[in-house]
C-alpha cells in the first residue's frame, strides 16, 4: 500500500511539473466565429478535430469576434496574449475593415501593432488574407489586397493569401449575404489555411553552429 501511495504521489508531482498544451490563438471576425452556422462546423472547430486526429497537442483558442475590425482585434489581443500564451496567433482579420472602406493607412497599422505584439510575446504569426469584391474599384481593392502580402513581408510571417479560395465563387457554397461561407464550406476553409499552418506547429531545427576554423 505505501508503495502505491508513493507512485501515485511521485505521478502528481510529474503531472504538475508538466509544461501545459501549447495554444493557437485565432483572433477573426465572423468568417472564423462561424456566422449563420453552427460552431462545430466551422473551420475552427474543424482544426481542432484535425490537430487531435494527427496528434498534435495544440489547443485551439476561438477569441473570433463576428463585425471585429482590425482596431478591434488590436485592443483585445494583448489581454488574449496574456491570458493564453499562445504559441501561434492566426490573425483573421481585415475583411470589415475593407468592406467599410476604412482607412488602408489605419488597417495597416492596426496589423502592425498586433503581429509585433504577437512576436514580442513569442509567438508565431499566421495571417490571414481576404479579397474584397470588384465593386469597390481597382484601386482600393488591389492596395487592399497587397497590404497583407507586404505585412508577411515586412514582418517575416506566414501568410494565407485568400481565406476563401475555392468558396467564394462557387455556387452554393455561400450564404445568401454573399459574403459568408456555408457549413459545406468550412473543410475547404481549413484547407486552406493548413498548408500554411502546419509548417509552424512542428519544433524549429536549431541552425547549426558556425564551424570555427
Not at 469576434?65 to 492566426?90: E, F, M, N, Y
Not at 512576436?119 to 490571414?128: F, I
Not at 492596395?143 to 493569401?161: E, I, Q, S
Amino acid at each position: 500500500m505505501k508503495i502505491f501511495w508513493l507512485i501515485f504521489a511521485l505521478f502528481l508531482v510529474h503531472d504538475a511539473g508538466a509544461a501545459p498544451a501549447p495554444s493557437i490563438l485565432i483572433v477573426g471576425d465572423s468568417l472564423s466565429a462561424g456566422y449563420g452556422i453552427e460552431l462545430r462546423d466551422g473551420w475552427v472547430s474543424l482544426l481542432q478535430q484535425r490537430l487531435t486526429r494527427q496528434g498534435y497537442p495544440h489547443t485551439v483558442v476561438n477569441a473570433s469576434i463576428s463585425g471585429d475590425t482590425t482596431a478591434g482585434g488590436r485592443a483585445r489581443l494583448p489581454d488574449a496574449l496574456k491570458r493564453h500564451r499562445p504559441q501561434i496567433v492566426i490573425l483573421e482579420l481585415g475583411g470589415n475593415d475593407g468592406l467599410r472602406g476604412l482607412s488602408l493607412r489605419e488597417t495597416r497599422a492596426n496589423f502592425d501593432a498586433m503581429i509585433k505584439a504577437a512576436q514580442s510575446a513569442g509567438a508565431q504569426v499566421l495571417l490571414v488574407g481576404i479579397h474584397l469584391p470588384p465593386n469597390y474599384g481597382p484601386e482600393y481593392t488591389g492596395k487592399f489586397h497587397a497590404t497583407y502580402h507586404d505585412l508577411a513581408r515586412v514582418h517575416n510571417t506566414a501568410l494565407v493569401p485568400f481565406l476563401l479560395e475555392g468558396v467564394a465563387l462557387t455556387p452554393g457554397l455561400m450564404q445568401p449575404d454573399g459574403i459568408h461561407p456555408r457549413a459545406a464550406a468550412q473543410p475547404r476553409l481549413l484547407d486552406n489555411v493548413w498548408p500554411y499552418l502546419e509548417p509552424l506547429l512542428k519544433p524549429q531545427t536549431a541552425p547549426l553552429a558556425r564551424q570555427i576554423n
